[in-house]
């Protein structure tokens, strides 16, 4: 055996994601149960584990289906805030975004940023580059990364597509672009490698309450409709959006409520709209900034977002026709060659940020963007606000304020210096090589390495190990190799969870892979052991998902 197919097997030790069994859950006393797997959740239940906690993650639908798989896809430094003057914030997204570099280098790609000047911007020349060099200060970025002010030809000569009218430069900066259900994924795959038990498709239906204490949850298996109990010391709730239903389950009106914001991007292809820098600039319709950005898949570009009040249902967000036109209207702003209208949508998302309602009489832009932890009447410890960005810093202190409700020291535990799984970045050549050695096609390999890191090697071994599974769908590297892997490691329950949150193949393939749905269903149900008329409803359920997301699917 050579030194590379050592390597690669010394990468497939660890444990595997496996959703638990209802039964071992109910016979389990939990210390902490955690309510909702998106981002913070997945982030709180690793952080609980790594301190030796016994830990419970429930997710209702699938881990990253609410906003975490639904964000601008930045891990990134605030420059937000300093409009605002919100210098907490600045100064914790930039400790933030280096840690997570360190911890997901697999899935965190630093790239240049556009921060366009046009006549009539409200900030001056001067203003961006004082506050361009406060964050390269601030972030150590002043040696390695250092910002640069651009004049129109400069910009023009990276950018020649862009709109020059009233173009007065451009101050270029670094950030970073992720894949945000992925982060999640792997946030909630390194609470499993540290011994937290999962479960998706399991929505918590209520408190179960011990003098008026909650001391459990009552759950509701959704793949097999079987309802449930769950027993834990401390009930964690991280349901973002939700986080108001499910503080109602405590029958008490909360003080602490949220006033969501919907945000949508959309999706176009590069060839429609030659971008190959994200920019940032301001909408012509009401001077709010938008950043259209070429994907990590390169070959999209998403363009986004919009931020307006939203009081409808949380499981009903859905991009309408106002925002899409508004996204639009922004795009053919900064590449009017481009002439962009409906037919050239891809893809689109629409997510709800959680965020902390105001005092009374503040506008939607001024909303804070911080978080926060309360207690409810029984016990219940809530967690709001926040980004994908400080996950990390929020699951540190939710998991403190949990240690704190139970009495015990405050523990470490090691989820800052703990890296994600499949973040062993200097195996990736050696994975790359052998690949290329077993004669997976270079399109399947890269979907592999950006989608899994240095777990790539766990599917090379499927590959190598089984003829079968050397099929590919022709949709975004996807073969079977691939849907072995996530079923038996990824906890997929459900035709979604593959196409939008592991692969992101919903969101990035024009049609949402629908021309290969029977193919790929067939095999995924033949590995769930679904009956024909499971594989059917799954394939509405994703068709009416995709269609909803594609106006030009409407008609
Ligand atoms: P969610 O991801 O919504 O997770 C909550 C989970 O709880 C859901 O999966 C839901 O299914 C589950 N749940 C609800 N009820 C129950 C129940 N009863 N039982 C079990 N499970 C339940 N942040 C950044 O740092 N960078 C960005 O670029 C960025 N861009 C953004 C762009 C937009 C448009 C939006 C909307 C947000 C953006 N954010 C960004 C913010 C960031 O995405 C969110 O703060 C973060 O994803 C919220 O994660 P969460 O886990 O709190 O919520």
């Known amino acids: 055996m050579t030194n590379v197919e050592l390597s690669v097997k010394a990468t497939m030790k660890k444990a595997k994601m496996l959703r638990a069994n209802p039964q071992t859950v109910s016979n389990t006393l939990f210390d902490l149960i955690v309510i909702g797997g998106g981002v913070t959740g997945s982030a709180t239940a690793r952080d609980a584990a790594l301190r030796g906690l016994s830990v419970l993650l429930l997710e209702k639908d699938d881990f990253a289906s609410g906003t975490s798989s639904r964000s601008s896809k930045l891990i990134h430094r605030g420059l937000r805030y300093l409009e605002t003057y919100q210098f907490k914030l600045v100064a914790e997204s930039l400790r ?21 000047l046009y006549n009539g911007y409200p900030e001056p020349k001067w203003l961006l580059n004082l506050g361009l060099t406060f964050y390269d200060v601030a972030s150590g970025e002043w040696l390695k ?45 390194g609470a499993a490698e540290a011994g937290a038990v999962l479960m998706n498709h399991a929505e918590v239906t209520g408190l179960i309450l011990e003098n008026g204490k909650a001391r459990g949850v009552t759950v509701r298996d959704s793949l097999t409709g079987e309802e449930f109990e769950a027993h834990g010391h401390q009930i964690l709730n991280a349901t973002g959006p939700w ?28 060839r429609d ?3 190959n820098t994200a920019v940032f600039l301001r909408s012509p319709d009401d001077n709010r900034v938008v950043w ?5 898949e390169e070959d999209v570009v998403y363009i986004g977002t919009t931020d307006t009040d939203y009081t409808g249902d949380p499981d009903d967000v859905r991009p309408d026709e106002s925002d899409v036109t508004y996204l639009l209207n922004v795009a053919n702003h900064t590449i009017p060659e481009a002439k962009l209208d409906e037919s050239h949508i891809v893809g689109s998302w629409a997510g709800l940020r959680p965020l902390v309602a105001p005092a009374p009489g503040t506008t939607t832009s001024n909303t804070s963007r911080e978080h926060e932890i309360s207690v409810g009447p029984t016990g219940l410890l809530t967690i709001s606000g926040g980004k994908l960005t400080s996950s990390r810093l929020m699951a540190k202190q939710f998991v403190n304020a949990a240690e704190e409700a139970l009495g015990r020291k405050k523990t470490k535990g090691g989820a800052a210096t703990t890296a994600l799984p499949g973040s ?21 390999a890269k979907a592999w390495i950006r989608r899994y890191g240095s777990n790539a090697a766990k599917l090379l071994e499927i590959w190598k190990a089984n003829p079968a599974s050397r099929r590919e769908f022709g949709v975004r590297g ?17 035709l979604d969870d593959l196409m939008v949150r592991r692969t992101g193949i919903f ?3 024009d049609d949402g892979g629908l021309e290969h749905i029977d193919e790929i269903t067939n095999v995924l149900g033949d590995l769930l052991r679904w009956d024909p008329q499971r594989r059917e409803q799954e394939m509405a359920t994703y068709r009416d998902l995709v269609e909803k997301h594609r106006p030009a699917h409407k008609e």
Request: contains cysteine; proline residues 7%.
């Open 424 to 444: 062993r970045v200097s195996e990736l050549p050696h994975i790359s090589w052998a690949c290329a050695r077993a004669g997976v096609p270079d399109v399947v």
């Open 145 to 189: 990364r250092r910002h640069k002010m651009l004049n129109p030809k400069k910009v023009l000569e990276l950018e020649p597509h862009l709109n020059a009218q009233g173009l007065k430069g451009a101050g270029m900066y670094y950030d970073v672009f992720t894949d945000d259900a992925r982060f999640t994924l792997d946030n909630a795959k």
């Open 478 to 494: 996807l073969s079977v190799a691939e849907i072995e892997y996530l079923v038996a490691e990824e906890m997929v329950g459900r």
């Open 273 to 275: 709209f030659p971008l």
């Open 507 to 509: 969101f990035w393939d």
């Open 243 to 270: 986080t108001d239903r499910t503080r109602s389950f405590e029958h008490t009106k909360s003080t602490h409520e949220l006033r969501p914001t919907k945000g949508v991007h959309i999706v176009v292809k590069k």
């Open 292 to 296: 259209p950005t070429p994907s990590l």
């Open 96 to 116: 933030e975004r280096e840690r997570a570099i360190k911890l997901a280098p697999h899935l965190t790609e630093v790239r240049p940023f556009l921060y366009l």
